[in-house]
């Protein structure tokens, strides 16, 4: 058998459980956490008891009494959440919690991924400060009108923060920078093992050389301040708080995750910005549930939208899903701080390159280009014939790994490499790996160019160490690797964009200092200082969702890189935070955002509501700004298979206004209403169009507000689910097994069937079950996957290519057991030929109406032991 019988009887636990309403079963990919097998997050009812300490011990009591063995974890208690997580070790044990008239819901713990940041450059020693508020106006929030965030306290909840780091206040505790926190884990915790747990009072992260200094970097984005070197975070006289959930490697289960949440809270942090991670355009869990309770207690939520831009349309990533929760999409910053190089051929000329490893000891080496045209497209993908023996070869970036062209410089004798990006890619810190001996750095495209003219008169280069800045050509726009929305529901994710690509902040000393990352993960605390700015100005009392509206409001949308047409909100959100203008704004309205829903389901109009929140009688003009459609698909090239990255369309909806002007007179509002007119697209083609309604103060002193939004030409519900060509079954050896072949397994070894599903189209339900041919019924489900849960709810769509936080497929193993209906322990299926069915629910499908959900049916499988 392959799973523990504790899990494959849960999974038919949860087919029964939870039509109960109880039992939510794990809903997301999780990084090898099968030690937490058994571990459960328990929510007490609602029940007013004075003496709550006695509800942990009489819950654990009363399933010792019951003969189970259970482990406390963490204990929770707020208004909005009192519960323990425990660990237990039968599936009996977990039959008895779910009966528990105590118990509200019970959710399996499961692992979160350490957030992954883009290395950009960590080496640098000698930071110049390059940051991003010219691009956001916080330069001006703080030199015009002198606000910093104080008394405005912002938790973060990541790795630790090394407070130590002149920019953080060099001390813990209160009237420090990092007054608050608490480190839940310690550094030996591998995210699974309770035996590597060991928490402390003191959030410091001193892991040294390995590990990435995570939180250091948002801290030092949201409150850094270090004089010597010109360096200021967004809200630099916040106060910080760290809740330490990450050891020094690894992932965290949601437990501590929740635990950390509810501490921040208490703290009483005004804003929480939260390092969670995980593609889905669905979910639900705890933590999301959890988060937007919070929301819904007066604390601001920002979670990152997700890294899987290569990924396309629909990948919006969990638990950022979550309605009151801003998703934050990555801007790109204006300039990179770059070590210098200099070129024989170039005179006077300093060039910026970035390198993962130390700057290169090389002067007045030869320079030779690999190829001999700038247009080339596979430079260096092929083995090297050019003479760049003990000389600097010059490569395009492109085509192939970094690795493999690095690798036939190294072959080919070159003594160092010089990689110049593509039009419009700034340049990054490439890494190799230990088989590479020779230098490699990366330069810009212009730079490449400009050096290629003068091969001809035979270029040197010598490196230096001087910094210098280089500027980024796709600055102000959303970053590449930025993930597009929006959910499958066609709810608008992300909401707000941050600077994201490439941030300078702070890193722990054992890291040099100082150095830049990209990610959504920087994008989120950008939000996060901002958020405590508009804090200390509007005072404190904002409800959360107002003060998103507000941001939102006052974005700005930005263009498509190299192009003329916006763009699309599922890839920007609102646009880029402008603070300045957030503060000073005095129009309000509301919804911030809207869909229009995909056209099977288009709703017409809406109403949108204008409120003078200003001293003056002021007059507003409606005007409508179209972006470029999403083109998720190429229908004719590739059918459903939505396209990596996504695309765009010059397609735009028309807008009209029940108003052309209104006049507001102070603290007055109006409705106006807003109708759509999708535009006259292929169906087919499922675009997603949208833009901005632009609400114009005529004042010359306001801004005019932007309110995204988005619709589909077409029906998601016919969206094909399932690829072509799957589901399949695969033997454990890869080969793939033909439909209506009759395969045999004798179940000894590996020698079992996998069923492998992929989805061009995320499904909020997938049913698994195992048919004997002969009577035509259904014997039961296939058990449990841990990877999945049974059933399986809310499963984000596969990608092509293996990106961050989505995966190419599908896999359930079946290894001869049944989950008969009704029954608590799977059993093994005696000889026979079987099929496995497998159905999935279509998108804005009705379980309960048999057309909605597409099913598939296995070839024969002869289970045959010997
Ligand atoms: C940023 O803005 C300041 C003044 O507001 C200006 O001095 C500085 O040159 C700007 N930097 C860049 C790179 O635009
Ligand atoms: C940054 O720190 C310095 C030195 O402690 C202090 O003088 C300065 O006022 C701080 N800046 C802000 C914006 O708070
Ligand atoms: C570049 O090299 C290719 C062969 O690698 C050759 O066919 C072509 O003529 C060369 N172009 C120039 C401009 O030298
Ligand atoms: C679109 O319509 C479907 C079906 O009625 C609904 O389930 C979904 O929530 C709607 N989406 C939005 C954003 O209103
Ligand atoms: C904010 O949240 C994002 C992910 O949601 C995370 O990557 C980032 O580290 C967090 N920042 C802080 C300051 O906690
Ligand atoms: C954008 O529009 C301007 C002015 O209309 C034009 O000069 C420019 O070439 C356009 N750029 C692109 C990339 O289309
Ligand atoms: C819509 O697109 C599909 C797929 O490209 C094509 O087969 C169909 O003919 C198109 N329909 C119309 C009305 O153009
Ligand atoms: C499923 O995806 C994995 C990679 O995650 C790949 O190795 C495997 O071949 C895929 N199987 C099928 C049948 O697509």
């Known amino acids: 058998m392959k799973f523990a019988a504790s899990l494959l009887t849960l999974g038919l636990l949860c087919s029964t459980l939870v039509e109960a309403g109880k039992f939510h079963p794990r809903t997301k990919r999780s990084v090898d956490d099968e030690p937490l097998r058994g571990g459960y997050i328990v929510e007490f009812t609602n029940t007013n008891t004075v003496v709550k300490a006695s509800r942990y011990r009489s819950f654990v009591s009363t399933l010792g009494a019951k003969g189970h063995s259970v482990a406390v974890r963490q204990k929770y208690e707020t208004e909005v959440f009192s519960g323990i997580s425990i660990t237990v070790q039968t599936e009996n044990a977990l039959h008895d919690i779910i009966n528990d008239p105590n118990v509200a819901n019970v959710w399996p713990i499961f692992n979160y991924k350490r957030p992954e940041v883009i290395k950009v450059e960590t080496r640098n020693n000698k930071p110049d400060l390059y940051f991003a508020h010219n691009l956001t106006e916080v330069n001006k929030v703080h030199s015009v009108l002198g606000y910093y965030g104080k008394g405005i306290k912002v938790g973060v909840i990541d790795s630790g923060i090394d407070y130590t780091h002149p920019a953080l206040g060099g001390a813990f505790g209160p009237g420090h920078k990092v007054a608050y926190g608490y480190d839940l884990v310690g550094d030996a915790f591998d995210g699974v093992h309770a035996s590597t747990l060991h928490p402390d009072d003191d959030p410091l992260d001193k892991c040294g050389k390995g590990s990435e200094g995570h939180g250091t970097h948002v801290s030092g984005i949201i409150a850094g301040n270090d004089t010597a070197k010109g360096f200021l975070g967004v809200a630099p006289q916040a106060t910080l708080g760290m809740w330490r959930v990450f050891g020094c490697k690894g992932s965290t289960p949601n437990d501590i995750i929740i635990k950390a949440l509810e501490m921040a809270y208490k703290a009483g942090m005004d804003v929480i910005n939260l390092s969670l991670g995980g593609g889905s355009a669905w979910e639900e869990d705890p933590g999301s549930i959890f988060a937007d309770k919070l929301v819904g207690l007066g604390r601001s939520l920002v979670i990152a939208q997700g890294n899987d831009g290569a990924g396309g349309i629909l990948a919006a990533s969990a638990p950022g899903t979550g309605r009151r929760v801003i998703a934050a999409a990555s801007f790109d910053n204006l300039a990179l701080v770059m070590n210098s190089l200099t070129v024989s051929t170039l005179p006077g000329e300093v060039i910026g390159y970035l390198t993962d490893g130390d700057p290169p000891a090389l002067a007045d080496v030869p320079l030779v280009a690999v190829s001999n045209t700038t247009a080339v497209e596979d430079d260096g993908c092929n083995a090297i014939t050019k003479d760049i023996k003990g000389k600097i070869a010059l490569i395009k ?226 005007d409508h700004l179209p972006s470029a459609a999403g083109a998720g698909y190429d229908v004719a090239k590739s059918g459903f298979t939505p396209v990596e990255p996504g695309s765009y369309d010059p397609a735009a909806a028309k807008v009209k206004f029940s108003e052309k002007f209104v006049t507001l007179k102070p603290g007055k509002s109006v409705k106006v209403q807003v109708s759509v007119f999708p535009p006259k697209a292929n169906l087919t083609d499922h675009l997603i169009y949208g833009g901005y309604l632009v609400v114009k103060p005529l004042d010359a002193d306001q801004k005019p507000i932007h309110v995204p939004y988005i619709g589909m030409v077409g029906n998601m519900h016919d969206l094909p689910l399932f690829d072509k060509d799957y589901p399949v079954i695969q033997n454990t050896d890869g080969s793939l097994v033909k439909p209506k072949t009759k395969v045999t397994y004798t179940l000894a070894g590996t020698d079992y069937p996998k069923v492998v599903l992929r989805l061009l189209t995320g499904t909020a339900h997938v049913k698994l079950d195992i048919i004997n041919p002969r009577s035509k019924t259904v014997l039961g489900s296939l058990p449990f996957n841990p990877t999945y849960g049974s059933p399986v709810n809310f499963l984000a769509r596969n990608t092509i290519d293996s990106i961050q936080g989505l995966s190419q497929n599908y896999t359930w193993a079946w290894t001869g057991y049944v989950t008969p209906k009704g029954r608590i322990a799977p059993v093994p299926v005696p000889n026979g030929v079987y099929y496995i069915s497998v159905s999935a629910l279509k998108v804005f499908g009705d379980a309960k109406k048999p057309k909605d959900w597409v099913k598939w049916l296995s070839p024969p499988l002869v289970i045959k032991r010997s």
């Not at 493999?404 to 080919?412: D, G």
């Not at 003219?453 to 280069?461: F, M, V």
């Not at 490196?463 to 280089?470: A, E, H, I, P």
């Not at 890193?507 to 200390?536: N, Q, R, V």
């Open 397 to 622: 970036r492109g085509t192939c790994a970094f690795l493999t062209k690095v690798t036939n410089a190294q072959n080919a004798g070159a003594v160092g490499v010089i990689i110049y990006t593509k039009d419009g890619q700034a340049p990054i810190a490439v890494s190799t790996d230990a088989t590479i001996k020779i230098p490699v750095v990366c330069i810009a495209n212009a730079d490449g160019v400009k050096i290629s003219i003068t091969l001809s008169k035979g270029p040197k280069i010598t490196f230096g160490k001087d910094v210098v800045l280089g500027s980024i050509p796709t600055a102000g726009t959303v970053s590449d690797f930025s993930s597009w929305g929006p959910t499958n529901e066609l709810q608008l994710k992300p909401n707000l964009g941050g600077i994201g690509g490439n941030v300078y902040s702070t890193l722990p000393g054992y890291l040099g200092g100082y150095g830049t990352y990209s990610g959504t993960s920087m994008a989120s605390p950008y939000i996060a200082g901002s958020i405590a700015l508009l804090l200390e100005a509007r005072g404190q009392k904002h409800d959360p969702e107002t003060v998103t509206e507000i941001f939102q409001n006052y974005a700005k949308p930005a263009l498509i890189y190299g192009t003329n047409f916006t763009d699309n909100p599922i890839h920007q959100g609102a646009g880029l935070i402008q603070v300045l203008d957030a503060i000073k704004g005095t129009a309000h309205v509301s919804p911030a955002e809207l869909s229009f829903n995909d056209t099977a389901h288009h709703v017409r109009t809406k109403t949108i509501t204008i409120t003078n929140r200003g001293k003056k009688q002021t007059i507003f003009h409606f």
